[in-house]
């Protein structure tokens, strides 16, 4: 994997790539919290700590199917001389049993069924026999045993989920296990998604000389998705700076931020460049990185707008090392995707000025990972893109990393899916 530097970026003030998601990060910060039903909450972070109101579970309930005793009754049983109780009734799932239990007595009881007052233990069915009213117990059972103690989860005050978690299936069960319907969290991110440029149309359109389909669109919306921010598809604006503003202007109060591709570089004619040239609320630059070196960060009507390159690979690179983190940010999330170590199949070079940002796949070789360059570096091929586990990271100035080398890897698909 190669690439040879242009000369003119040796003039050029490139910023460093973590100065610039710093920069990003230190502009956004969590929405104010909102409370929602469980059903809408999974995935968000919860913005205060939820704490039982009640033991949990509020009583004691069968382990087993059996019959509630007293364990004293039933200490000398076994098969030889089983021990003989009245039967005095039985439980009902989701009542109140009708009777305390008295000494001598036995009652019926199914899994989850709350144990009625005086009993202290559950005989297994299979440890029992009925004989009309009798019940023959089998073997002893010790007090407590197969009783699933009121408070056992939990205990009334106890803390259920703490504050910054991020609401999982896990999270969501206990939470309603204790009656809560409904839960403060830091609310999805709505990002609106603009692909700019006059040679796009849409998939499913006819293509005419020179015209090719909107990829970068569907490439965003779905890593908003994935980040867990809710996407908002905005149509295809031609090169032109005010239809780039009402763009943006249309989706309105409909989303917390805004994403473009396209329009970024330095060249005078850039509709990015030209839409925002004299609101000063949007920055250009160029970052040293590749792919993905012009870049565009500000704000528009308050909420953040991020202004990525054409290029589709830049697009997906560029939303992974600067969107992404602030999105999640947004989110009341860790903003960086973990990164593994990965030994390299086969010599990676570097850049002088900037970090490169390689598309590998990975494998497993024992207990390591394998990471092997997928195909060209080139930032408008998207099948390299397409077939890789994760973006390898070559610091700036190293001159090449060895085969046999160990590298960072931001993984963004599980190195187990094809």
């Known amino acids: 994997m ?6 003119h970026d040796a003039d050029r003030v490139l ?12 502009a956004v910060g969590p929405g104010a919290p909102v409370d929602l039903p469980l059903e ?3 995935g ?3 913005a205060s700590e939820a704490r039982a109101g009640l033991d949990l579970p509020p009583f004691a309930s069968s382990a087993m199917d059996g019959f509630a005793v007293r364990a004293a009754d039933v200490g000398g049983a076994n098969r030889e001389r089983p021990v003989g109780l009245r039967r005095a009734g039985e439980v009902r799932m989701g009542r109140p049993p009708e009777a305390a239990l008295g000494e001598g007595e036995a009652i019926a009881i199914p899994t989850g069924g709350t144990v009625p007052r005086g009993a202290d233990a559950v005989v297994p069915i299979e440890l029992c026999s009925t004989d009309g009213e009798r019940v023959w117990v089998l073997a002893p059972v010790a007090e407590g045993e197969h009783v699933r103690p009121a408070g056992e989860d939990a205990s009334a005050g106890d803390l259920l989920v703490p504050v910054g978690r991020r609401l999982l299936a896990p999270d969501l069960g206990l939470l309603a296990s204790a009656g809560l319907a409904s839960v403060p969290v830091r609310p999805r991110v709505r990002v609106g998604v603009v692909s700019t440029g006059d040679e796009l149309v849409p998939p499913g359109d006819p293509l005419g000389e020179g015209r090719i389909h909107d990829a970068n669109a569907f490439t965003l919306l779905a890593a908003v998705e994935e980040a867990g921010g809710v996407p908002v598809a905005a149509p295809i604006v031609p090169d032109d700076p005010a239809r780039l503003v009402e763009a943006l202007d249309d989706l309105g109060d409909a989303v917390d931020a805004f994403v473009s591709s396209g329009g970024v570089a330095m060249g005078e004619d850039d509709p990015v460049k030209r839409a925002f040239a004299g609101g000063g609320e949007v920055e250009l630059y160029e970052v040293a990185m590749q792919p993905g070196k012009p870049q565009a960060f500000g704000s528009w009507r308050g909420r953040p707008f991020f202004g990525l390159p054409g290029n589709p690979v830049s697009v997906f690179v560029s939303f ?4 992404r983190p602030a999105l999640l940010r947004m989110m009341g999330r860790p903003p960086l995707r973990p990164e593994i170590s990965a030994t390299l199949a086969e010599d990676v070079e570097g ?9 590998v796949r990975l494998r497993r070789d024992g207990d390591r990972l394998i990471a092997a360059a997928t195909g060209s570096h080139r930032s408008s091929l998207l099948s390299p ?3 890789a586990h994760g973006l390898a990271v070559i610091p700036a100035g190293v001159e090449v990393l060895r085969a046999g080398q160990a590298c960072r890897v931001m993984v963004f ?6």
């Open 15 to 26: 910023l460093d790539v973590e100065e610039v998601r710093g920069r990003i990060l230190s």
């Open 40 to 42: 809408e909450a999974a």
């Open 2 to 7: 190669k690439e040879h530097a242009h000369a």
């Open 44 to 46: 968000c972070v919860l």
């Open 320 to 323: 992974e090392v600067f969107v």
């Open 351 to 359: 850049l002088p000025r900037k970090t490169r940002f390689a598309r």
């Open 413 to 418: 698909r599980d190195p187990e899916e094809p």
């Open 385 to 387: 893109l397409a077939g």
